[in-house]
Structures are given as C-alpha cells and as structure tokens.
C-alpha cells in the first residue's frame, strides 16, 4: 500500500471519532434532560456535571479532528 493511501485511511478512521463525539454529546445531554424531568429540584446541582460532561465529549471530538488532520496535512 502506497504511503498516501494509508495517510488517508488513517485520518478517515480518527474522523470517524469526530462523529461519536457528536453522539456522545447527544447522550450527555438525553441523560441530563431525563434527569431532570424526573427529579426537577436536583436539576440545579447536576447542572455543573453537565457541562463536564459536555466539555470532555467535545474535547475527544476535537482531538480525533486534530488527528486526521495531523495525518493529511503533516505525516
């Protein structure tokens, strides 16, 4: 396999990880929303994990981006 063609492949597979993230975020939040509706008056205090929850998500979806390109534009 030619080494452009592997460079390719590597950064569609870390892309992939782009798009779970954005699944992970949706679940981060489901499970925020469900929470909440359940037990409104704890919503409050679990609004900071929340947001934990979302930062570390995005940040694994940043770095799977990074990544890819890392592979493309410098490999």
Same mark, same amino acid.
């Given at each position: 396999?030619?080494?452009?063609? /592997?460079?390719?492949?590597?950064? $569609?597979?870390?892309? +992939? !990880?782009?798009?779970? =993230?954005? *699944?992970?975020?949706?679940?981060? %939040?489901?499970?925020?929303?469900?929470?909440?509706?359940?037990?409104?008056? /704890?919503?409050?205090?679990?609004? $900071?994990?929340?947001? +934990? !929850?979302?930062?570390? =998500?995005? *940040?694994?979806?940043?770095?799977? %981006?990074?990544?890819?390109?890392?592979?493309?534009?410098?490999?």
């Amino acid at each position: 396999m030619e080494m452009e063609a /592997a460079k390719m492949i590597g950064a $569609g597979l870390a892309a +992939i !990880g782009a798009g779970l =993230a954005a *699944l992970g975020v949706g679940n981060v %939040f489901a499970k925020f929303l469900e929470g909440a509706l359940r037990n409104p008056g /704890a919503a409050d205090s679990q609004q $900071g994990r929340l947001f +934990i !929850g979302f930062a570390a =998500a995005e *940040l694994l979806g940043l770095l799977a %981006f990074l990544v890819a390109v890392i592979l493309v534009f410098v490999a």
